[in-house]
């Protein structure tokens, strides 16, 4: 087993992760105040937290975006990301983990946040992360660890080991045994554990617990199987190495337990840290980082302050980097770094260079963005991570509440997706709106939130938009002319235009069977242009489709025809035609698959049905042990805020995708209140 584990292994990015409020910004509070960065660890409740130090977070109390924060543990430099719980803002965590060494998944005897968990856990798992699991609240316990660990299970697909079993005093949890070093520990508030002699209950209670972790352990140790058949004790320096390579392999998740509130277990925490988690080298192996003296780092978070301008959260990986050098971007961008800045909550100081390890904030290199990966070499380098933002779930329609601010609010819209790129930013055409896409309703609200409070524009929001379209039923065959006198050349066209309802789906087609020059063949794509105009607003006030208008006949004034002329009086000729078609209300129909937990299916289904929705069918998620994915048609109506209700049907872990699939007839009093509506709006 080699290798020495616990000899420092450079600078070291963790990140904290785990479902929404299990403690992961209190925990961060913990580690700092233990290990001496803040004098005494802040409150979220209270807003003097290092994390969630924005605005935002301290106005809802809870991580709304990804916090980095740095400090040292016997020697050694660590930066903690603190990031966001929720599923809304979870892109902040994706862009994050490649760059880490290790994970801290938080997260509490709660089997409500078990979907939550299971997520977060795969996408460590994917990724191929080491990830240690820190059961918080223990506290607060009322099961034994047992139990919890085997409700805990099925969310990770390797196993869950237990490091330490509680020590109980009647129903309170007083302490906890580690069963590596076997020792048992007292827990003091606010300082560090107290150690005691383990006997009694407790010792045979260690003695089984530590047995069934060396059997874990043992699954992927050929030597320690050996040993424990034949009822050999292995050497504690033997299991604190296979506890490491099996964390680091990926083959165990090892499980501590504490209280952040009250700063219990968090040197034992940071201890594992130190002695299992890998370090730089070992990480840059696992994102094939290719072998150069070149500085190479990867950019996780972008941010856009008041002041400063521009910052670029950033993990060297390799290489020296000095302040001033000029980076090259995977992307293809380059720029000049004007600030290389330590990081610790909202509070950054100046240093002259970073080393391979060293997570800092990059200050205006303004060609960079989320996902990057950059170099100090003179050719852009290979991206070794390019992260996809979840399609987006929710949307509004936002305008400046002053119209002096339009351009303000387009460059605050571009800074607020650099910022976080799993905000979309659409015009629709149709309705020149501007279209704000996010991940649920807490995203939007954030995300309008900034853009009052940090950007300095003030907007007004509204439902976007439904692409409702019209068509017709009737064939009609319409004249349409335009003439017009006014001292000189005057203006004349005249058309005679075939207009008939084409099959589902068909789109608008055109097409001419003049005979005898009727129409000079100059005009005709006037023509074709003014039924185009025509078709924008029909007679109910939507967009028509499928259409065919065929130009059969019609005459001219070889001095007044003009291209103008014709286009007016082929609008003019639909204008007057379609009111005559029997038009018919068209409403898009999109198919939606959502992915939930399995107990949460039969209330999806009846949130289906309500919502208009005609279910095709479900099935075990592929690869999810525990989830169904649904399918249903959907008119695009209802699907509005379908998240809202899906969420809350899932704890918050159920979400779903969508694609047009055809557009449907309404008809009765339906259409007539959209028809209303629209026209109410106009």
């Not at 109506?637 to 995708?657: D, K, M, N, P, Y």
Request: proline share 5%; net charge negative; with cysteine.
């Amino acid at each position: 087993m080699g290798q020495d584990v616990r000899s420092p292994r450079g600078p070291r990015c963790i990140a904290l992760v785990g479902p929404f409020q299990s403690g992961k910004t209190t925990l961060l509070e913990a580690i700092l105040a233990r290990t001496g960065a803040i004098p005494r660890a802040g409150s979220v409740d209270a807003g003097t937290s290092v994390g969630d130090a924005s605005a935002e977070a301290r106005h809802h109390k809870m991580t709304v975006g990804l916090t980095a924060a740095t400090t040292s543990f016997m020697g050694d430099s660590y930066t903690f990301l603190d990031c966001p719980g929720s599923v809304e803002f979870a892109h902040d965590m994706r862009a994050a983990l490649p760059a880490v060494d290790a994970a801290v998944v938080v997260c509490e005897a709660d089997e409500k946040k078990l979907p939550q968990l299971q997520i977060i856990l795969r996408e460590l798992e994917e990724l191929k992360i080491p990830r240690f699991l820190f059961l918080n609240k223990i506290d607060r316990a009322n099961k034994r660890i047992r139990e919890t660990l085997a409700t805990l299970q099925p969310a990770s697909r390797v196993p869950l080991v237990l490091r330490q079993i509680p020590i109980w005093k009647g129903e309170l949890i007083e302490g906890f045994v580690d069963l590596a070093l076997e020792r048992a520990f007292i827990y003091r508030e606010h300082k560090a554990s107290e150690v005691v002699a383990l006997e009694g209950g407790d010792l045979d209670r260690e003695k089984e617990a530590r047995f069934s972790m060396l059997e874990k352990l043992a699954d992927h140790d050929d030597a320690l199987m050996e040993q424990l058949l034949e009822d050999i004790q292995p050497p504690r320096d033997a299991v604190f190495d296979d506890l490491a390579r099996e964390l680091r392999e990926g083959q165990i998740c090892p499980v501590l337990l504490g209280a952040a509130a009250r700063e219990n277990g968090v040197l034992r925490l940071m201890k594992a840290l130190r002695h299992e988690a890998p370090g730089i080298e070992e990480t840059a192996r696992r994102l094939g980082v290719p072998a150069s003296k070149e500085a190479l780092g990867y950019v996780f978070k972008t941010l856009h302050s008041q002041h400063g301008g521009k910052l670029s959260l950033t993990r060297l990986l390799a290489g020296h980097l000095d302040d001033g050098a000029t980076l090259q971007s995977a992307s293809g961008g380059s720029g000049r770094i004007s600030g290389i800045l330590a990081v610790n909550g909202a509070y950054d100081t100046k240093r002259a260079a970073a080393d391979a390890g060293d997570t800092v904030a990059l200050a205006k290199v303004d060609p960079i963005k989320t996902g990057d990966t950059v170099s100090s070499g003179k050719s852009p380098p290979a991206a070794l991570f390019a992260p996809e933002p979840t399609p987006p779930v929710l949307a509004i329609s936002v305008a400046a509440t002053d119209r002096k601010d339009d351009v303000k609010l387009g460059q605050a819209l571009a800074r607020l997706h650099e910022e976080d790129p799993s905000l979309g930013i659409v015009m629709n055409a149709q309705t020149h709106d501007t279209v704000l896409w996010g991940q649920g309703e807490m995203h939007l609200r954030v995300a309008s939130e900034r853009l009052r409070d940090r950007f300095g524009v003030k907007i007004t929001s509204h439902p976007p938009a439904i692409g409702y379209q019209e068509t017709i039923r009737k064939p009609i065959v319409q004249r349409g002319r335009h003439k017009k006198q006014s001292g000189g050349h005057g203006q004349f066209g005249d058309v005679v235009l075939d207009i008939k309802p084409l099959p589902r789906g068909e789109g608008f087609k055109f097409a001419e069977k003049v005979v005898g020059g009727a129409v000079p063949r100059n005009y005709i794509g006037a023509v074709e242009e003014g039924v185009v105009d025509g078709l924008t607003r029909g007679p109910l006030g939507f967009p028509v489709t499928d259409v065919q208008v065929t130009l059969t006949d019609g005459s001219y004034h070889s001095v007044d025809s003009s291209d103008l002329a014709f286009r007016t009086a082929a609008r003019v000729g639909l204008n007057e035609g379609l009111p005559q078609c029997q038009s018919v209300l068209l409403e898009p129909i999109h198919v939606v698959e959502i992915v939930c937990p399995t107990d949460a299916t039969a209330k999806i289904n009846a949130i289906l049905s309500a919502r208009r929705g005609q279910i095709l069918g479900f099935d075990t998620r592929d690869g999810w042990s525990g989830w169904d994915c649904v399918r249903a048609m959907m008119p695009e109506a209802e699907i509005g805020e379908l998240i809202v209700e899906l969420r809350s049907a899932t704890a918050g872990a159920g979400s779903f995708t969508r694609q047009f699939d055809h557009m449907a007839e309404v008809t009765g009093r339906a259409a007539d209140q959209i028809i209303a509506a629209h026209q109410h709006a106009a």
